[in-house]
């Protein structure tokens, strides 16, 4: 079956940076799109970024964008994200998230991500 597995996730003074790794299995990894959202307590899950197959075509969320880089690798089956300047309002957990679908352009709907990890907590310290 598909999994997801997030790492990299931690405790970081801000300013400070973090790569958030998530490795996948049981998909035919360079066929997805995959992204990143997260999510706070009783908030609805946000859009992060995604990169389509290829690597080719990214999109970053304004709240990131300069900040944040998503990242694949189709030989490791790994996508990353390396977030920079990191605030204490980035402070929430982080999901890998796989779309099936081909689509034209990257969603940044939850729903159209069919695949999701368990997530990793990310705390950004003042």
């Known amino acids: 079956q598909v999994q997801l597995v997030e790492s990299g996730g931690g405790l970081v003074q801000a300013g400070g940076s973090l790569r958030l790794s998530c490795a996948a299995s049981?998909?035919?990894?360079?066929?997805?799109?995959m992204a990143w959202f997260r999510q706070a307590p009783g908030k609805e899950r946000e859009f992060v970024a995604a990169?389509?197959?290829?690597?080719?075509?990214?999109y970053h969320a304004d709240s990131v964008k300069g900040r944040f880089t998503i990242s694949r690798d189709n030989v490791k089956n790994m996508v990353y994200l390396q977030m920079n300047s990191l605030k204490p309002e980035d402070t929430v957990v982080y999901y890998c998230?796989?779309?099936?679908?081909?689509?034209?352009?990257?969603?940044?709907?939850?729903?159209?991500?069919?695949?999701w990890g368990q997530g990793t907590q990310v705390t950004v310290s003042s």
């Open positions: 049981g998909l035919t990894f360079s066929s997805y799109t």
């Open positions: 990169i389509n197959w290829s690597a080719g075509n990214t």
């Open positions: 998230a796989a779309d099936p679908t081909p689509r034209f352009g990257l969603s940044r709907n939850q729903y159209d991500y069919a695949y």
